[in-house]
Every structure is written in C-alpha cells, then in structure tokens.
C-alpha cells in the first residue's frame, strides 16, 4: 500500500467519522466513505468493477486483519454495513488501520486500471479538502 494513500484514507476516515474516536464512530465513518467511494466510481467501472476491486481489497487485507468479512458480497450497502460491523468491533487505532488497508487498496487498485491521474482528480470531487494529498504518479491515464 502506497504511504500516500493510506494518509488520504485516514484523512477521509477522519472527516467521515468526526473527531470521536469510538468504534462506532470509526465504523460509521468508513461505513460512509465506502458508499461514497462506490458510487463516485461506479460511473466510470460499473458496480460490479467496484465490487471486484472491494472483495480482492479486502481480501489483501484480511492477511493483517483477519476478522474482516468473509466473501464480501461487493461494495454495497451489505459490504459497506458488513465491514463497519466487523470494525465496530474493535478499538479505535485497530479498526482505522484495518480500514486504511482495505480503502487505500482499492483506490490503489482503481489507480491502476483508470490511471492515477484520474483517480486523483476523482477523490478530489469527493473530498476536495484532500486534494493537495491526493496521489499522482506522474504518469496519465493513457501511459503504462
């Protein structure tokens, strides 16, 4: 996982979730960054592209945290809602690190199949407080 990418996603954790640190704070928080991120994506890879990039990005994830959801139906609400009851819990630090890992893996999954450029360009729709943070290779969408 790219450090950048993991500074975006607590960034985005931390204005989803507010300044409470509890874990159902955190679990609500990435519930909602989750849904965001889907839906904003979804335009241009479909929900089945989005689910595909979810369930490996988990997946990955679940070597360091292994109490993440099983077989993931995708990122829907019922993925969305499954992680944030599986982050729910745990304490705080575990389940915001557990989170980074697995958002920071699909936008850097997403990076690589539309390019980082544009996935930069599509989280500062999103969240555009972060778009001085956000990722760039150098490279464009139409490079290798």
């Excluded at 990418?5 to 989750?34: H, K």
């Excluded at 979804?42 to 070597?63: C, E, K, N, P, Q």
């Excluded at 993440?68 to 304490?91: E, F, K, M, T």
């Amino acid at each position: 996982m790219k450090p950048e990418l993991a500074e975006i996603a607590r960034r985005v954790l931390g204005r989803e979730a507010g300044e409470s640190a509890s874990p159902e704070r955190v679990a609500i928080g990435a519930a909602n960054a989750c849904e965001q991120l889907t839906q904003h994506f979804s335009r241009l890879i479909g929900r089945t592209g989005m689910r595909l990039l979810f369930d490996r990005s988990v997946l990955l994830a679940r070597h360091e945290y292994p109490w993440l959801p099983r077989g993931a139906n995708g990122l829907d609400d019922d993925a969305c809602s499954a992680l944030a009851d599986a982050l729910a819990q745990h304490d705080p630090g575990t389940a915001t690190a557990a989170f980074v890992a697995v958002w920071a893996t699909v936008v850097e999954l997403l990076g690589r199949f539309i390019g980082d450029a544009l996935v930069a360009r599509l989280l500062t729709e999103l969240w555009p407080e972060i778009s001085h943070h956000a990722p760039s290779s150098g490279r464009t969408e139409d490079e290798p």
